[in-house]
């Protein structure tokens, strides 16, 4: 079912969801203050009661000095997706988690977005595409 927010039916959301790698190396920042920040170079950004953590380019993240642990690739589902759907996260996380792939998820208003270790990008790509083709 499709309604002018996007797909809400969990087979026809997997069966098109088609994911696609971004390319670069992507890193997740928490700092206090990010209006040092240049907007331009925010992927985006979430508030949190210890800081603000900030999802930004490595190369930018770097630039600015700013330390991370963890190195990920961006794949975005490429299915607009209702807000209201329910299930589809569940089904990719768990089919990356039985392939040992962590995924954090950030929901936009159209498109889900995965990051996944950056090693274990074509991995997690497989993982996706083959959802798509059961």
Not at 35 to 60: F, W, Y
Request: hydrophobic share 45%; with cysteine.
């Amino acid at each position: 079912m499709k309604n002018a927010n996007g797909i809400t039916n969990l087979a026809e959301l997997i069966a098109t969801m088609e994911p696609v790698l971004n390319e670069g190396e992507y890193v997740f920042v928490s700092v206090l203050n990010n209006s040092t920040i240049p907007r331009e170079m925010c992927i985006c950004e979430m508030r949190e009661k210890e800081g603000t953590t900030v999802v930004l380019a490595k190369k930018n993240a770097e630039a600015l000095g700013l330390s991370f642990e963890f190195v990920a690739a961006w794949i975005t589902l490429n299915v607009h997706s209702s807000l209201e759907a329910v299930g589809l996260t569940a089904a990719f996380s768990s089919a990356l988690g039985k392939n040992n792939i962590s995924c954090n998820v950030i929901a936009g208003y159209y498109h889900d977005h995965i990051f996944v270790n950056k090693k274990e990008e074509d991995k997690a790509l497989k993982v996706l595409w083959d959802m798509t083709k059961q």
